[in-house]
């Protein structure tokens, strides 16, 4: 757990409310989780990103994958795939 989020939270959910908080895939009004990844599959090419997420309202997850984006220097799973996962549920609403 987060040094700073230790003991902090009782009640189920506030944690991962807090964690998201600053996070580039919440919604506001909606109860998001989801989890980044970043991978690299050869020294030669790019990154793959990825952001996993579910949402209460409206019910669904999501999964966003990204590979190969040449137009990118940072692939990776927060700066990419979240901001993509947003749109989606945004979209969605």
């Known amino acids: 757990m987060c040094p700073l989020c230790k003991g902090r939270f009782g009640a189920e959910g506030e944690l ?4 998201l908080s600053a996070h580039v895939s919440k919604v ?3 109860r998001v989780g989801g989890k ?3 991978a690299q ?3 030669s090419r790019k990154n793959y990103a990825w952001f996993t997420g579910f949402a209460d309202d409206p019910k ?4 966003v994958f990204i590979e190969d984006d040449a137009a990118l220097d940072d692939l990776s799973g927060g700066a990419v795939a979240g901001p993509v996962f947003k749109s989606v549920l945004e979209a969605m609403r």
Not at 16 to 19: D, F, G, K, Q, Y
Not at 60 to 63: G, H, K, R, T
């Open 16 to 19: 991962v409310e807090h964690l």
């Open 60 to 63: 669904v997850a999501i999964c």
């Open 41 to 43: 599959t050869d020294v």
């Open 36 to 38: 980044t990844g970043t």
């Open 28 to 30: 506001p009004g909606v």
